[in-house]
């Protein structure tokens, strides 16, 4: 990386985590892991709460899609901290939606849920159609595996119109 020994640990951080981000789309989970790691060491020696929240999401990310559910939650639970820390409530809704679908696939539906819940709230309070959808896909699956049919399709009602109203958004824009 040209930006190593540059002395700029803020860009070089962030060089780092975009290339973990390309190898992440291309669905190379090790080498995104590695560039992860190298973001996440020089913002934890930075103290960049903000970036560093990031990056421990997307090491949860990566973790879990290795298949390491208690690492990514581990990295999960951490940048969630963070961005509690840093009251941002658009990241915390989608962290914790992640977390409930990494203990929905460990069949920890009753913990999945109380963070589903959290989400959903959160997602509300914020107004993002975006978050909304994907709380209530979240809340959805959480029902249908308990089989709480009317709950779900509840949540599936309120994920069709965010979807919808995020596709109409784009919709006008492109008009």
Known sequence: IILEGAGNKKEESIALNNIGNVYKLKKDFLKAKEYYLKSSKIREELGYKDRLAESYCNLGVVFDALGDIKTAMDYYKRSLKLFEELREKENMSSLLTSLARSLIAQGRLAEASEYAERSLKMAKEIGYPDRLE???????????????????????ELEIKMRDSIKNTANQKAT
């Open 134 to 156: 994907a709380s209530a896909l979240t809340m959805k699956l959480i029902y249908l595996k308990q089989n709480k049919h009317k709950e779900a399709f509840e949540m599936y």
